[in-house]
């Protein structure tokens, strides 16, 4: 991939440890290490609401993009996944 890794990754694997807590399943589920790591570099995982439908929509949105391969499509920090958390807080309903 030729990139060096920064704070980006981490923003990953908090998406990936998310996905986990609130499917009870880790994204990918595979036995072969070159795979799995294929998996996290190239593919998508099922959206979160579709692997839990009692997860709101919002949520699942907040995961994926936490998850997003390209890690330009991320959150470019911690700061706006909080924002966008604490927006989901304020919605009336959840």
């Given at each position: 991939m030729n990139r060096a890794l920064?704070?980006?990754?981490?923003l990953y694997s908090l998406g990936v440890t998310f996905y986990e807590l609130l499917t009870g399943k880790v994204p990918f589920k595979l036995d072969n290490a070159l795979e799995l790591v294929h998996c996290?570099?190239?593919?998508t995982p099922k959206p979160l609401c579709e692997a839990n439908p009692d997860v709101?929509?919002?949520i699942s949105d907040i995961v994926m993009k936490l998850m997003a391969k390209n890690v330009e499509d991320r959150y470019q920090s911690a700061f706006g996944v909080k924002a966008d958390l604490e927006k989901v807080l304020n919605l009336p309903g959840l």
């Open positions: 920064d704070y980006r990754t981490d996290h570099i190239a593919k709101p929509p919002i």
